[in-house]
């Protein structure tokens, strides 16, 4: 019985709010855009609308509406932040917050378009230049030149100044790195002798490399986070094996290494044939998966597709005693993407 | 009769006017007009999305940590425990997991981001379309592409603050393209990056500043001169009616406009924050965290990348070389040369079509498409050209979705990207004469029609 004497008075009280906003309406209804309007020569106000507005008693009622339940929303998205670790937390906050946004939008638009006069303006673009002015400026700028004889000279000196000064604030930037020297560029851990690790840092053999897949290798002892530490290992048939010329015993038993950083743009090497090369291709090759350059392990790491202007640099391997694998020499030629005088091999 | 609200209301622009003088510009403000059309309100989304782009953003730096220094995961998500990764990377995990309401800002903040440049893009459009660049507002058109290329780099240097796989396969395109800039390409990397990649750890503080400082700053100070401009020139509008040259027709800003520009920005508001707690985006905790000697398949940019990834990919297999030497790297197509020349079209491009049309009047009423055939041609084309490119670098998800082989894929859409700009040109201007045609015609009978109805009408004399 309660909850609908509840209800009652708060239909009356909905009811009281209305009736009293119509009467306060009625009493400040304002016809008075002829006392306040802008008449001035360049802005015209247009009726285009009823002139004696009429309340919108269902427009009103429509975005206090809107409010409440836009209202109830938000609270809601404090309810939701406050009880820890509801299910689904992150699409309830989302909810309460889109849907309380989307209601006080819709009251904004409905009391944009229903609740205030919607009379048209007309107003005059402004004047298309000001020549006086212009004559103005450029008098008043002549005129500080007046006194001065060697005029030229002056202009040289201060661009001089500007110039010098500009480059004396862009030293410090300098320091962001070794702008000058790209050696660095150029060093990688690998030389003769370094062995080849995983990512765990235990050795790899060449018992362990087998045909159809790949391995990545890091130098062992240095560091695995630098563009010039990953490789790529394969194995292939060494019959297959067509290596440009000087490579002789570059690739114990068909195994063979490369930078695993793509020459195109610098990322890591990780498909082997499939999905993106084609099935019918004699024989896998590797792929990267930033653009899709297609690199022949066979024959040197010959681009057979895709955007790479150069082959992976060749690891020279070498087997020891023990059956590890380990470089046998530098890479074939600079790792990584390529830049302005780069050598290509 | 003043009730007691609108007394306080007199008495509040009272104290301010004789505090700062701004009665005067207060009631022109008020009436400032306002044309209405659908599409004038694309470049008030990009603005709403760029405030909760802010907001959002400013919430996000009181958790984020803007360091490549190795950390132990210790947090609630299983697949990373013990991992050793990066204090960014923790960091957008634990926003995403640890903080209450973390992951829904941060989602919002990378969706309005999204859509911030969809709104800049079709806005632009519109305006090329429309001539709206013309003079006298060639200035604004200027400051416009600026702030799209501005918000180009904000949002790539956004998702690469997060040090996932995916964001540091990014910075190594982004280090590869730099590194192929001629002359100065690995001076410059070296210099960005502080030593060759990944780089120093201090690149970390320098995205960061520039991410969440220096160029929202620059964002804010080209909004803020776009707006000026905009005031200073007014709006323009379509011709008809009582709308001319001269002459702007329109809603005021109070009382009617401020409601509806009030309620679009609400409603920016609610997309982006409906998208951001219902709709996934960058889950970087299924991305992992980037090592060097790591990748993915199926890499896809934010979209408004995506261009440069499809163009990257279908630059053939080449560097410009003398001998043994490179002298300009491939990634240089695909990713300096192509969207440069995009951009110095789009800013030249008042002037370039000033070369051929001579016309130097000031302008305040639109173009529409149909009646400047060749802009509305060449735009098109320029269009089809970069939805190519943008669409080809998704290739290797039709590859994998719909089993085209990709290689098939890469040289169809070389062909197109050749055949289709001009075909595109060809169409739209034959189809923009069409439409002249079709309305003269329609004149025609409308004309026709009239006077047929004034000829049949019975004579009274007779």
């Given at each position: 019985m309660s909850v609908l004497r509840f209800l009652r008075r708060v239909l009356v009280l909905a009811l009281l709010l209305v009736l009293r906003r119509r009467r306060g309406r009625r009493q400040s209804a304002i016809p008075s855009e002829t006392l306040v309007g802008l008449h001035t020569p360049t802005h015209v106000y247009v009726y285009t609308g009823t002139p004696a507005r009429e309340p919108d008693l269902r427009a009103e009622l429509l975005v206090l509406v809107l409010l409440g339940v836009g209202t109830v929303c938000a609270v809601a998205f404090v309810v939701v932040h406050a009880l820890?670790?509801?299910?689904?937390q992150t699409q309830l906050l989302g909810l309460s917050l889109g849907l309380a946004f989307a209601l006080f939008a819709a009251a904004a638009i409905v009391f944009g378009t229903r609740l205030v006069a919607q009379d048209e303006h007309e107003e005059n673009y402004g004047p298309e230049e000001h020549e006086q002015d212009q004559a103005g400026v450029a008098h008043i700028l002549d005129e500080t030149g007046d006194r001065i004889t060697r005029k030229r000279l002056l202009k040289l000196a201060a661009g001089g100044a500007a110039g010098a000064l500009g480059v004396a604030l862009l030293t410090p930037a300098v320091s962001l790195g070794p702008v000058l020297d790209v050696g660095a560029l150029s060093r990688t851990p690998w030389r003769r002798g370094r062995g080849l690790v995983d990512r765990a840092g235990r050795p790899l053999r060449a018992d362990d490399i087998e045909i159809g897949t790949f391995y990545t290798a890091f130098p062992a002892g240095a560091s695995h986070d630098e563009i010039g530490s990953p490789l790529i290992v394969v194995r292939l048939e060494p019959a297959e094996l067509d290596l440009p010329p000087g490579r002789k015993g570059w690739a114990p038993e068909g195994i063979l290494a490369y930078?695993?950083?793509?020459?195109?743009?610098?990322?890591?090497?990780?498909?082997?044939?499939?999905?993106?090369?084609?099935?019918?291709?004699?024989r896998a090759a590797l792929v990267c998966?930033?653009?899709?350059?297609t690199f022949d392990p066979a024959r040197g790491a010959k681009v057979l597709f895709g955007p790479a202007g150069r082959p992976l640099p060749q690891l020279p391997l070498e087997i020891a005693s023990g059956g590890a694998l380990r470089a046998g020499g530098p890479f074939s030629g600079r790792i990584g993407p390529a830049w302005w005088g780069v050598r290509r091999s | 009769m003043v009730g007691g609200a609108a007394l306080v209301m007199r008495r509040a622009v009272r104290f301010v006017d004789q505090r700062a003088g701004s009665a005067p510009l207060l009631r022109k403000a008020l009436r400032y007009v306002f044309p209405d059309h659908w599409s004038f309100l694309l470049g008030e989304i990009a603005l709403y999305s760029f405030v909760v782009l802010v907001a959002t953003g400013v919430y996000l730096t009181l958790f984020f940590e803007p360091s490549i220094k190795d950390t132990v995961y210790h947090g609630s998500y299983e697949p990373l425990q013990g991992r050793t990764i990066s204090e960014a990377y923790r960091s957008v995990v634990d926003i995403s997991f640890e903080v209450k309401a973390g992951l829904l800002i941060r989602q919002t903040h990378h969706w309005a981001a999204d859509v911030f440049v969809v709104a800049i893009v079709l806005h632009l459009l519109r305006v090329f379309f429309t001539g709206a660049f013309r003079k006298p507002r060639e200035l604004t058109w200027i400051i416009g592409v600026l702030m799209l290329m501005t918000a180009l780099l904000e949002g790539f240097l956004g998702y690469s603050l997060a040090d996932d796989l995916l964001s540091g396969m990014g910075l190594a395109i982004a280090y590869s393209v730099v590194m192929s800039l001629p002359l100065v390409g690995a001076n410059l990397a070296l210099l960005i990056w502080g030593a060759p990649f990944p780089g120093v750890p201090e690149l970390w503080p320098r995205m960061y500043v520039f991410h969440v400082l220096v160029l929202p700053i620059a964002i804010g100070v080209l909004l803020s001169i776009h707006l000026a401009l905009i005031v200073a020139r007014h709006h323009t509008q379509f011709g008809?009616?009582?709308?001319t040259e001269r002459r702007l027709v329109g809603l005021p800003l109070a009382p009617a406009y401020a409601p509806r520009t009030i309620g679009l920005a609400l409603a920016v508001a609610s997309v982006l924050f409906l998208l951001g707690g219902l709709v996934q985006i960058n889950p970087i905790w299924l991305w992992g965290p980037y090592e060097v000697s790591q990748a993915t398949n199926g890499a896809q940019p934010d979209w408004y990348l995506g261009w440069l990834i499809g163009a990257l990919r279908l630059v053939p297999g080449f560097d410009v070389v003398i001998g043994d030497y490179t002298l300009v790297p491939n990634a240089f197509w695909g990713g300096v040369a192509l969207p440069l020349s995009l951009f110095a079209l789009l800013l030249s491009w008042p002037w370039l079509e000033r070369l051929v049309t001579r016309d130097t009047a000031f302008h305040n009423i639109l173009d529409r498409p149909r009646d400047r055939p060749w802009r509305t041609a060449i735009g098109a084309a320029v269009v089809s050209w970069v939805f190519l490119a943008f669409v080809s670098g998704s290739a290797d998800r039709v590859d994998v979705l719909l089993h085209v082989p990709y290689r098939t894929q890469i040289w169809l859409y070389r062909v197109l990207l050749l055949a289709l700009p001009p075909a595109t040109l060809l169409v739209t201007w034959r189809f923009c004469l069409a439409l002249q045609q079709s309305e003269r015609v329609e004149a025609e009978k409308r004309a026709a029609k009239a006077a047929g109805a004034d000829a049949s009408a019975p004579s009274p004399t007779v």
């Amino acid at each position: 019985m309660s909850v609908l004497r509840f209800l009652r008075r708060v239909l009356v009280l909905a009811l009281l709010l209305v009736l009293r906003r119509r009467r306060g309406r009625r009493q400040s209804a304002i016809p008075s855009e002829t006392l306040v309007g802008l008449h001035t020569p360049t802005h015209v106000y247009v009726y285009t609308g009823t002139p004696a507005r009429e309340p919108d008693l269902r427009a009103e009622l429509l975005v206090l509406v809107l409010l409440g339940v836009g209202t109830v929303c938000a609270v809601a998205f404090v309810v939701v932040h406050a009880l820890d670790r509801l299910p689904r937390q992150t699409q309830l906050l989302g909810l309460s917050l889109g849907l309380a946004f989307a209601l006080f939008a819709a009251a904004a638009i409905v009391f944009g378009t229903r609740l205030v006069a919607q009379d048209e303006h007309e107003e005059n673009y402004g004047p298309e230049e000001h020549e006086q002015d212009q004559a103005g400026v450029a008098h008043i700028l002549d005129e500080t030149g007046d006194r001065i004889t060697r005029k030229r000279l002056l202009k040289l000196a201060a661009g001089g100044a500007a110039g010098a000064l500009g480059v004396a604030l862009l030293t410090p930037a300098v320091s962001l790195g070794p702008v000058l020297d790209v050696g660095a560029l150029s060093r990688t851990p690998w030389r003769r002798g370094r062995g080849l690790v995983d990512r765990a840092g235990r050795p790899l053999r060449a018992d362990d490399i087998e045909i159809g897949t790949f391995y990545t290798a890091f130098p062992a002892g240095a560091s695995h986070d630098e563009i010039g530490s990953p490789l790529i290992v394969v194995r292939l048939e060494p019959a297959e094996l067509d290596l440009p010329p000087g490579r002789k015993g570059w690739a114990p038993e068909g195994i063979l290494a490369y930078s695993k950083i793509c020459t195109h743009a610098g990322c890591a090497i990780n498909l082997y044939r499939t999905p993106l090369f084609e099935p019918t291709a004699p024989r896998a090759a590797l792929v990267c998966p930033c653009h899709y350059s297609t690199f022949d392990p066979a024959r040197g790491a010959k681009v057979l597709f895709g955007p790479a202007g150069r082959p992976l640099p060749q690891l020279p391997l070498e087997i020891a005693s023990g059956g590890a694998l380990r470089a046998g020499g530098p890479f074939s030629g600079r790792i990584g993407p390529a830049w302005w005088g780069v050598r290509r091999s | 009769m003043v009730g007691g609200a609108a007394l306080v209301m007199r008495r509040a622009v009272r104290f301010v006017d004789q505090r700062a003088g701004s009665a005067p510009l207060l009631r022109k403000a008020l009436r400032y007009v306002f044309p209405d059309h659908w599409s004038f309100l694309l470049g008030e989304i990009a603005l709403y999305s760029f405030v909760v782009l802010v907001a959002t953003g400013v919430y996000l730096t009181l958790f984020f940590e803007p360091s490549i220094k190795d950390t132990v995961y210790h947090g609630s998500y299983e697949p990373l425990q013990g991992r050793t990764i990066s204090e960014a990377y923790r960091s957008v995990v634990d926003i995403s997991f640890e903080v209450k309401a973390g992951l829904l800002i941060r989602q919002t903040h990378h969706w309005a981001a999204d859509v911030f440049v969809v709104a800049i893009v079709l806005h632009l459009l519109r305006v090329f379309f429309t001539g709206a660049f013309r003079k006298p507002r060639e200035l604004t058109w200027i400051i416009g592409v600026l702030m799209l290329m501005t918000a180009l780099l904000e949002g790539f240097l956004g998702y690469s603050l997060a040090d996932d796989l995916l964001s540091g396969m990014g910075l190594a395109i982004a280090y590869s393209v730099v590194m192929s800039l001629p002359l100065v390409g690995a001076n410059l990397a070296l210099l960005i990056w502080g030593a060759p990649f990944p780089g120093v750890p201090e690149l970390w503080p320098r995205m960061y500043v520039f991410h969440v400082l220096v160029l929202p700053i620059a964002i804010g100070v080209l909004l803020s001169i776009h707006l000026a401009l905009i005031v200073a020139r007014h709006h323009t509008q379509f011709g008809g009616g009582r709308r001319t040259e001269r002459r702007l027709v329109g809603l005021p800003l109070a009382p009617a406009y401020a409601p509806r520009t009030i309620g679009l920005a609400l409603a920016v508001a609610s997309v982006l924050f409906l998208l951001g707690g219902l709709v996934q985006i960058n889950p970087i905790w299924l991305w992992g965290p980037y090592e060097v000697s790591q990748a993915t398949n199926g890499a896809q940019p934010d979209w408004y990348l995506g261009w440069l990834i499809g163009a990257l990919r279908l630059v053939p297999g080449f560097d410009v070389v003398i001998g043994d030497y490179t002298l300009v790297p491939n990634a240089f197509w695909g990713g300096v040369a192509l969207p440069l020349s995009l951009f110095a079209l789009l800013l030249s491009w008042p002037w370039l079509e000033r070369l051929v049309t001579r016309d130097t009047a000031f302008h305040n009423i639109l173009d529409r498409p149909r009646d400047r055939p060749w802009r509305t041609a060449i735009g098109a084309a320029v269009v089809s050209w970069v939805f190519l490119a943008f669409v080809s670098g998704s290739a290797d998800r039709v590859d994998v979705l719909l089993h085209v082989p990709y290689r098939t894929q890469i040289w169809l859409y070389r062909v197109l990207l050749l055949a289709l700009p001009p075909a595109t040109l060809l169409v739209t201007w034959r189809f923009c004469l069409a439409l002249q045609q079709s309305e003269r015609v329609e004149a025609e009978k409308r004309a026709a029609k009239a006077a047929g109805a004034d000829a049949s009408a019975p004579s009274p004399t007779v």
